[in-house]
């Protein structure tokens, strides 16, 4: 398994969760990482990238509120998450694009990653 998430759980809404990837690739070497969830009964989507140079992009459901970040001497990705909601309810997923060619497509599309984690289940309540 190259990239493995952990920190998720149940948390009451208004709460907070960190979530990490620890990887077994060089960080460092990743064109992108990013989160995405996938909800009970819909489709995966993007929640945060990160770029190589430390840029990063979220999706408008996670601006002000989630931060990604990536610290390279540990080969691990994180994600913070502030002011949780019952609709963030959804298992998360690592993912990170170490092609060696430039994707040209969004940084949260999911066809830009090549390599996947198994998932963290974060469970909200209200």
């Known amino acids: 398994v190259q990239l493995a998430e952990s920190g998720g759980g149940s948390v009451q809404a208004g709460g907070s969760a960190r979530l990490s990837c620890a990887a077994l690739l060089d960080t460092s070497s990743t064109n992108y990482m990013a989160w995405f969830r996938q909800a009970p009964g819909k489709g995966r989507e993007g929640v945060a990238a990160?770029?190589?140079?430390?840029?990063?992009d979220y999706a408008d459901s996670a601006k002000g509120r989630f931060t990604i970040s990536q610290d390279n001497s540990k080969n691990t990705l994180y994600l913070r998450m502030n002011d949780l909601k019952p609709e963030d309810t959804a298992m998360y997923y690592c993912a990170a694009d170490a092609h060696n060619y430039l994707y040209a497509g969004g940084w949260l599309d999911q066809a830009r990653y090549n390599y996947w984690g198994q998932g963290t289940q974060v469970t909200v309540s209200s």
């Open positions: 990160v770029d190589r140079d430390g840029f990063t």
